[in-house]
C-alpha cells in the first residue's frame, strides 16, 4: 500500500504559504508533475511566485521525505507525492509516467551489503519504454 503525502507540519520546515500551495498541488495531481506544471498550477493563487521559488520548495520537501524527486534522463525531473520506495516506468513517446511497486528489487540492498558490505542510503529504478496508449499508435 502507497505510503500518504507526507506532512510538513511533521517537520522542521517552515510552513509559508507557497510551500503550503506547492504541496496541495502535488497532493491534488494523479500524475507525476515537473516543476513547471506545478508552478502552472499554483500561479493563479500566487501570481508573483516564480518557478525558483517552486523548485526551492520542492526541493525542501523531497530533503525532509515528504515528497519524491525522480530523475528522468533526457527530460525534467517530476515530482511523486509517494517519498515511500518504489520504482518507476516512463514511456518514451509521451512520457507518461506510471509507478511500479516491486518488492524483490529492495533485496538487491541486502544482496549488495552481504557481497560487500554496502550499506545503501537509496537507490532508482526506472524502465523505459512504450506505454501501452502509444504502442497503438506505432506500427511495428
Known amino acids: 500500500m502507497a ?5 510538513a507540519d511533521d517537520t522542521n520546515i517552515r510552513k ?9 498541488s502535488l497532493k491534488n495531481n494523479y500524475g507525476h508533475p515537473t516543476a513547471s506544471d506545478i508552478h502552472n498550477d ?5 501570481p508573483n511566485i516564480s518557478l525558483a521559488t517552486v523548485y526551492n520548495n520542492l526541493k525542501k520537501l523531497t530533503k525532509n ?12 525531473s ?11 516506468m516512463i514511456c518514451n513517446n509521451c512520457g507518461e509516467m506510471k509507478d511500479l511497486s516491486y518488492p524483490i528489487l529492495n533485496e538487491i540492498e ?11 542510503s537509496s537507490h532508482e529504478f526506472n524502465l523505459y519504454g512504450i506505454c501501452d496508449k502509444c504502442q497503438s499508435k506505432i506500427d511495428y
Open 3 to 7: 505510503k500518504e503525502i507526507g506532512n
Open 16 to 24: 509559508t504559504p507557497q510551500c503550503t500551495a506547492v504541496l496541495k
Open 42 to 46: 499554483v500561479i493563479e493563487e500566487f
Open 65 to 76: 521525505n515528504i515528497i519524491q524527486e525522480v530523475y528522468v534522463k533526457n527530460g525534467p
Open 78 to 88: 517530476r515530482f511523486d507525492k509517494n517519498p515511500s520506495v518504489h520504482y518507476h
Open 110 to 120: 541486502y544482496f549488495a551489503r552481504g557481497l560487500h558490505n554496502f550499506v545503501t
